[in-house]
């Protein structure tokens, strides 16, 4: 009984899902337009989550900075706190050591391993149809 | 390393040197290693379309702004007029393995061209942008506030907006128990 056998109609629904529902996880919201079982159109309504990291980090000196931008991914700081060292590092005009590097270097494929293992049981029992 | 450098200088050179001839009024300039176009404000879609189409930068890796509030007398380049905000969008080209940043000076209660009939991803960055900086960008299909309520007054990332201004209300808030 595929969608093709349904009958036809030119009313459809729009529905949030989200953000209280179980699997956004109180953070997404997704306006969805549905003609039966099907999605039409999908729009996310981003925002429940966001602390306003952007202007805490004006009031910040530069390692404080790199505290604050950890904060924004808990799975994945270290990318984070690669990114804002390398630009400041650059508009400072800093060299660092190369032992400082490769520290960086080993830290970020641990920190890619264990994003990556924290990212498919969700994934899983997010999608799972017998929740 | 110094052939390298050197390599990517004359490359470098190669894509600045064709926004300049394409686009009146564009300034080039090198920042810590990096390729900047400072593009008018009404050359901008223009400048992007060319990036895109005729350069082969596919890819609008981020756009965002800045509010130079604070900074009135900071360095530019001569030709290029201060504004109070600068648009700064980057592009990426996959087969040429460059990137080109390009910045468009904005002044408050200004309007920029949307770029999202060339890059259809900048839809989400310029939303953010008007929602923080309340920036407005011309053509775009749904300007809305992204991340702010849509009662939210003012625009959080500007300069004057003041980190107080709105207050907890948690901390008054009175214990149920």
């Known amino acids: ?22 699997s956004t996880h109180g953070v997404l919201r997704v306006v969805l337009e549905l003609d039966g079982e099907t999605v039409l159109r999908a729009k996310p309504v981003i925002g429940y989550l966001h602390t306003g990291m952007e202007k805490t980090g ?49 830290m970020c494929e641990l920190n890619g391993w264990r994003r990556t293992c924290c990212s498919w049981p969700p994934t899983g029992w997010t999608s799972a149809p017998s929740r | 390393m110094t052939d390298d450098s050197t390599r990517e200088e004359i ?20 920042s810590h290693g990096q390729t900047v176009v400072h ?35 900071r360095p530019l380049p001569a030709g290029v007029e201060r504004e109070r905000f600068e648009v700064v969008a980057n592009f990426l080209s996959h087969p ?18 949307s770029l999202f009939e060339l890059f259809s991803g900048t839809e989400l960055p310029e939303r953010e942008v008007y929602d923080l900086l ?13 991340l702010m309520p849509d009662d939210w007054e ?17 901390k008054e808030a009175q214990s149920p128990r």
């Open chain 1, 1 to 22: 009984m595929g969608p093709e056998s349904w009958p036809e109609s030119d009313e459809t629904m729009i529905i949030n899902l989200g953000p209280q529902h179980p």
């Open chain 1, 58 to 106: 004006e009031q910040l000196t530069y390692v404080q900075g790199c505290t604050n931008v950890t904060r924004m991914d808990y799975a994945a700081p270290l990318f984070n706190e690669l990114a804002f060292s390398l630009a400041t590092e650059r508009l400072l005009e800093v060299e660092i050591p190369e032992r400082a590097t490769w520290i960086r270097m080993m």
């Open chain 2, 11 to 30: 490359l470098k050179e190669e894509v600045a040197a064709a926004v300049l001839d394409r686009v009146k009024g564009a300034v080039a300039v090198e």
């Open chain 2, 39 to 73: 593009i008018p404000r009404d050359a901008w879609l223009e400048a992007v379309r060319f990036l895109k189409e005729e350069q082969q930068f596919t890819q609008c890796s981020d756009l965002t702004a800045v509010d130079q509030l604070l900074r009135p007398d």
């Open chain 2, 96 to 113: 040429r393995n460059r990137r080109i940043r390009l910045i468009c000076q904005v002044p408050d209660g200004g309007e920029v061209d």
């Open chain 2, 134 to 146: 309340g920036v407005r960008f011309a053509g775009h299909p749904d300007l809305t506030r992204l």
């Open chain 2, 154 to 170: 003012g625009h959080p990332l500007r300069k004057d907006d003041a980190p107080a201004r709105v207050p907890v209300q948690l």
